[in-house]
């Protein structure tokens, strides 16, 4: 996984784009992936390993997973003004989730789906659109300049 936050002198810190790889073999290419972008009112986002997911907890043990989750991300629960830019969930030795503040905070943000040669896919994008593309670091064609962008 890596997160890339631009730091920026008049907004802040502000989430670039989170990428999770599912294979170690880089992308070549990205498509634009709609039923993976993240609406919010919030201004956050998040990714949840499936086998993680609370929904297989009762629901007191749901309820604490969830609580300790957002404590982490708001280390000052009476100021939620301050929070983490990201904080990732792990399990022993493996990453099962990441929550992150989305780009400019409340609206839609697309997700991309990183394609190997075969046309396989071994990554996932969550883009931020607070820098361009070709500034973003993330190997590969990428996608057609109408479908980037938040």
């Known amino acids: 996984m890596s997160v890339a936050v631009l730091d920026s002198v008049s907004a802040g810190r502000l989430v670039a784009f989170v990428e999770i790889r599912l294979d170690s073999e880089a992308p070549v290419r990205w498509v634009s992936e709609r039923r993976l972008g993240i609406g919010t009112d919030g201004g956050d986002g998040g990714f949840l390993a499936l086998g993680a997911s609370p929904g297989h907890l009762d629901d007191a043990a749901a309820g604490a997973a969830i609580d300790a989750s957002f404590a ?46 075969g046309g396989d896919v071994v ?6 659109g607070v820098l361009p593309w070709n500034l973003s670091g993330l190997p590969g064609e990428a996608p057609p300049a109408d479908e980037v962008g938040p």
């Open 123 to 128: 990554s996932v994008v969550l883009f931020g």
């Open 72 to 117: 982490a991300f708001f280390p000052d629960s009476k100021n939620y003004v301050t929070w983490q830019q990201c904080v990732v969930r792990s399990t022993g030795a493996q990453v099962d989730g990441v929550l992150f503040s989305t780009g400019w905070g409340d609206g839609c943000y697309p997700a991309y789906l990183g394609q190997s040669a």
